[in-house]
DNA sequence: TTGAAAGCGGTACCAG
DNA sequence: CTGGTACCGCTTTCAA
């Protein structure tokens, strides 16, 4: 019941293993009655090219590498079933490489999977490649000739194709609602302000706050720098000891949650006398109490987006294109922890 | 820039192809000048040898096919981190095939990727095929010599290694630390009541009711079949209207919070005078309100024990090795939806 | 209509 | 110590 070849079946019917080649390809220089028999026979031992022989041959492996940095991470999971699904249709098969935010380990993956693993990669950075910048493993890809698109977390120096969501636009939207309901002292929390997504969205505050002539006090922006959620509490409650505010507009789900916690703790009614948005994705903000408004991306569009960018230049390896960055739209999902606004004015 | 083959290298010294293989591979054989200067420059010029001519030479590809019915369910999430660690330290790599649930999508990849992609295969079936118990593709692919280790949502009728939670003892320990905490009208539910899992747990609610001598009310036991979790708590509802209850085991986590919605909606206090515990490995357990006390599998460690099985068996290639079934213990966290239980005559 | 042979990028055996 | 060559499985060109 061993895998068959092409050799076996020529033996099988003694011709030659070019004719059998041939056959299987539906070639015109072979009869049809020899077509016939060697493809049903082929069929009937099931029979299948041998993946690696194509690849040498072909020169490409149809599979792209997926680097991401923490899969249980819901929005990253998001991206890859995006990028599953969109590979999955055209034939390309995906080789996963968790960096567990590590740039060792990114960097290591990714050169060992240049040998002829995969033909591109997919590739959103590690929180330490991305604070030092440490990017020259991805000149290198390029250089060698294997097309990287990135995605969220991108580098600014590198030419590729690159997938981000509008965040300093969403951060721009978020201090508008929060205004246009009746907040004035917006805080802001960030989790990621080593990221550039994470600047981005404290630019698109800070550009929010004065497009609605507020003023910014930087004693409401905290920067949390502990990976541990369980603390986020602890170090988010002098903010509320220390300061009148009336909103906070946070980077992510976990520390968006803890926010209304301590909120309620300290007796806000939300959304009523306090209002939370966060940046989330996640489960958490669909069944908190009360829900979270979040600033939602689209993580399975972006990671279509991302593969198809790519697999559309693996396919057209000959023609030189310039090459794009994709702005995915996010969504501003109203749900119970800010307040409605009708804009009747549109 | 392109890359460097070992013909390369063979021109540039001016000599043979065997030559250079053999000093990259610091054989014996080659002076050590020879060796040092065809190193030097292969490392220069960042030599790595084909991964396709080696897999197609070696008849291996220290690849491991990984296919899961769905990313963004924490558990196999989870596992998938697991299987990717241990994998990586073993020098293999993974592709991953996400099955959505659908058993042609399982089976059409499985097939493709049995072409010499993959030394063998890490699987937790879809729904559909563990309902309709479509394992055909399974044996086909042992039949080849592709192994396979099945973990969670695995096969009866598959004879090959299995990594699965202790799931049937694990409901006996709930229904025992509720029954201790003072609850006697312990409700079942169940959102995955076609699979084996499902019915394991359920039999072991069975168990436990008959261990601590509680009736069991079958009008108490509830299967869900819808997918939609937002419609969990209508579903739901019901059964605290027409029962009487004081605690509910659920099989998932957001049927567990469901149930925790509703019993505060009923006006019940947890964990004063209602009790639930979830099967669940997500977030949610520890962020709703009361915080949720779980029943927890270990994920991560399960995915690690089914790569290191599957390893093993494929660095054995020639022995031929008994087929294992692993348990992993769970743990029962307790939270806040739970009383507490001293037991004290331990 | 069929077959021989080169080549994809390596490894390894055997000869010199 | 170095080189020639067969082979892994397949495609493709060229010759018959």
């Given at each position: ?51 690696n022989a194509l690849s040498l041959k072909n020169r490409r492996t149809k599979t792209i590498g997926v680097v991401i940095p923490d899969m249980l991470n819901f929005f990253f999971a998001q991206v890859f079933q995006g990028v599953e699904k969109k590979a999955n249709e055209n034939g390309y ?189 996640g489960l958490l903000s669909r069944h908190s109490s009360p829900k979270l408004t979040t600033v939602s991306q689209h993580g399975e569009i972006m990671g279509e987006t991302a593969a198809q960018m790519l697999i559309d230049r693996l396919e057209k390896k000959d023609e030189v294109l310039p ?24």
């Amino acid at each position: 019941m061993k895998k068959i070849t092409i050799k076996d079946i020529a033996a099988k019917f003694d011709v030659s293993i070019s004719t059998v080649s041939k056959a299987l390809n539906d070639s015109y220089e072979i009869s049809d009655k020899t077509k016939a028999k060697i493809q049903k026979y082929a069929k009937k031992k099931k029979y299948k090219p041998n993946f690696n022989a194509l690849s040498l041959k072909n020169r490409r492996t149809k599979t792209i590498g997926v680097v991401i940095p923490d899969m249980l991470n819901f929005f990253f999971a998001q991206v890859f079933q995006g990028v599953e699904k969109k590979a999955n249709e055209n034939g390309y098969k995906i080789i996963t490489c968790i960096s567990n935010e590590s740039y060792a380990k990114e960097m290591e993956t990714m050169e060992m999977l240049s040998n002829g693993s995969i033909d591109g990669f997919i590739v959103s950075m590690s929180k330490e490649t991305g604070m030092n910048n440490s990017v020259e493993h991805f000149k290198d890809m390029i250089q060698e000739g294997t097309p990287i698109v990135m995605f969220d977390r991108v580098a600014k120096d590198i030419d590729c194709d690159k997938v981000v969501a509008d965040d300093f636009e969403a951060a721009i939207k978020t201090v508008k609602h929060l205004k246009n309901t009746g907040c004035k002292n917006i805080a802001f929390i960030s989790t990621i302000s080593d990221l550039i997504v994470g600047k981005e969205r404290y630019k698109g505050y800070l550009k929010g706050m004065q497009d609605e002539n507020l003023v910014v006090n930087e004693n409401l922006v905290l920067n949390i720098q502990e990976n541990d959620y369980k603390k986020y509490e602890e170090i988010i409650e002098p903010l509320f000891d220390n300061n009148d505010i009336d909103s906070v507009i946070a980077s992510s789900e976990q520390s968006a949650i803890a926010a209304m916690k301590i909120a309620q703790g300290k007796g806000y009614k939300i959304p009523e006398n306090f209002s939370v948005i966060g940046f989330a994705n996640g489960l958490l903000s669909r069944h908190s109490s009360p829900k979270l408004t979040t600033v939602s991306q689209h993580g399975e569009i972006m990671g279509e987006t991302a593969a198809q960018m790519l697999i559309d230049r693996l396919e057209k390896k000959d023609e030189v294109l310039p090459m794009v960055t994709k702005v995915i739209q996010t969504d501003l999902v109203e749900r119970n922890s800010t307040k409605r606004y009708l804009e009747l004015n549109k």
